[in-house]
C-alpha cells in the first residue's frame, strides 16, 4: 500500500529539478499527480516519466505568476481526478540581478517576488476551496535557507521569508478545515539548474582560489549535509504530504544540513 494512495496532488514547477522528483514520488506512493509547469516540453516529459513508472499524471501549461493561468489549472485538475488533497508551491529561483537594493533593477524585485511568493498565494487561493471540499489537506510551501537568514539576494531573501510566515497564517487559518500548511527550506540541492550554476567551475579548484572559491569550500566543510539530491526533498514532501505528519502544521522545515542553525569556525588549512 501506497503512502499517500487515493490522494490528488498539484505541483508546480513539476517540469524540473526538486518538483520533477517530488511528482514521481508522490506517484510512487500512490497519489495522482498535476503537473503545473510553464514548459511544455518538460511538462511533457515530467508527465511521460510519471506514466512510465506506473502512476497517472497530467500536464497542465501553467504560469504560476498569472491568477486565470493559475485557477484554470487547479479546476483541470480537479476536473480530471475528482479532487485536490495536496499541494507543492515550488516553482521558483533567484535571478542573478538580485544585486544589493540600491543597484537593484525593479523588474528584478517584482519578477521575484511573483515567482516565488505571489505564486503560492495564487495556488492557495485557488486550491483551498477544493481542500475544503475534500475535508482537509496538505499545502507545502518551498522556502530556502536563504530566507531563513539574510543573505546577499534580497529580493529572494525577502521572498523565502515571506513564505515562512505566510506557510505559519495559512496553518492558523485553515486549521478548522484539517488543511495543514507546511514549507520546505533547502540548502543546496543539486538540480539541473544548480548544477549548471554552481558547479564545474574550473575557478572553484584554481591554485590561487578567489575570495568567493575560498568561502564555497570552507562552507563545504561547515556544513556536509548542505548539500543534496531533488529526492532528498522529495521524501521530505511525501512525509509532509501524508497522514504521517499529521501533527505538523505552519512549520518550516530546514533541509539545510545545519547550515541555518549553527555557525561553526572554520579554520583554513596553511
Ligand atoms: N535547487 C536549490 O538548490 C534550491 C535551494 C533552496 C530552495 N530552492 C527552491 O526550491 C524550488 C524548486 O527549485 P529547483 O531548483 O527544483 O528549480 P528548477 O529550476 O530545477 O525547476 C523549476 C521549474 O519551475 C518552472 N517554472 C519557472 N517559472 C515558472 C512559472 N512562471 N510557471 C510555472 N512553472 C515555472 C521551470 O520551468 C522549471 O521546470 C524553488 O522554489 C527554489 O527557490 C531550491
Not at 503545473?36 to 504560469?63: K, L, P, S, W
Not at 506557510?167 to 484539517?178: E, F, K
Request: contains cysteine; proline residues 4%.
Amino acid at each position: 500500500m501506497g503512502r499517500l494512495d487515493g490522494k490528488v496532488a498539484f505541483l508546480t514547477g513539476a517540469g524540473a529539478g526538486i518538483a520533477k522528483a517530488t511528482a514521481l514520488a508522490f506517484a510512487h506512493e500512490g497519489a495522482k499527480v498535476a503537473i503545473a509547469e510553464i514548459n511544455v516540453e518538460a511538462g511533457r516529459t515530467a508527465e511521460r516519466e510519471v506514466r512510465a513508472a506506473g502512476g497517472d499524471a497530467m500536464f497542465i501549461e501553467t504560469d504560476v505568476t498569472q491568477d486565470a493561468s493559475v485557477g484554470r489549472a487547479i479546476e483541470a485538475t480537479v476536473a480530471k481526478f475528482g479532487r485536490l488533497d495536496a499541494m507543492m508551491n515550488c516553482a521558483g529561483g533567484s535571478l542573478q540581478e538580485d544585486v544589493p537594493v540600491h543597484e537593484m533593477d525593479l523588474g528584478v524585485w517584482q519578477r521575484t517576488i511573483a515567482l516565488n511568493l505571489l505564486h503560492p498565494f495564487l495556488c492557495c487561493r485557488h486550491g483551498i476551496p477544493h481542500m475544503m471540499k475534500a475535508g482537509g489537506g496538505s499545502i507545502i510551501n518551498l522556502s530556502s535557507h536563504l530566507g531563513l537568514m539574510g543573505s546577499e539576494k534580497p529580493a529572494y531573501a525577502a521572498a523565502k521569508g515571506g513564505i515562512v510566515s505566510f506557510t505559519r497564517t495559512l496553518a492558523a487559518q485553515y486549521v478548522d478545515y484539517g488543511i495543514r500548511a507546511n514549507a520546505i527550506a533547502p540548502g543546496t540541492v543539486r538540480t539541473e539548474r544548480s548544477i549548471k550554476r554552481y558547479e564545474n567551475q574550473d575557478w572553484l579548484f584554481a591554485e590561487n582560489p578567489s575570495p568567493a572559491a575560498r568561502t564555497r569550500v570552507a562552507k563545504q566543510k561547515m556544513y556536509p549535509f548542505s548539500i543534496g539530491e531533488p529526492g532528498d526533498i522529495a521524501a521530505i514532501a511525501v512525509f509532509l504530504a501524508s497522514d504521517e505528519s499529521r501533527m505538523i502544521t505552519g512549520a518550516t522545515l530546514p533541509a539545510d544540513g545545519g547550515r541555518s542553525a549553527y555557525i561553526k569556525v572554520y579554520v583554513p588549512e596553511e
